[in-house]
């Protein structure tokens, strides 16, 4: 079966060509590995970050109260 006979080989050429753009764009496999690496470490701090500020602002400092704080809505 030649590629561009039946379902698959349609499905197979679309995936060459876009792996083609890709790699002419100089954006490689390994380049698209490393992004995606740093973009989840990005993502884990981010929520290690959050986690923080929230163990922080569950207990506040012993004395420090915090008050109301009157606005005026007209």
């Known amino acids: 079966m030649a590629q561009g006979d039946g379902e698959g ?3 197979r050429r679309a995936c060459c ?3 083609e753009i890709l790699e002419e764009a100089g954006f490689d496999r ?3 590995r490393q992004l995606r690496r740093q ?3 990005g993502m884990i701090l ?3 970050w959050q ?3 929230m163990d922080a602002s569950a207990a506040p400092p012993a004395g420090r109260t915090r008050k ?3 606005v005026d809505l007209s």
């Open 30 to 32: 390994e380049k698209a």
């Open 17 to 19: 060509l876009i792996s």
């Open 51 to 53: 986690l923080e500020r």
């Open 9 to 11: 080989g349609a499905a």
């Open 39 to 41: 973009v989840l470490e």
């Open 68 to 70: 109301a704080r009157k």
């Open 46 to 48: 981010l929520c290690r």
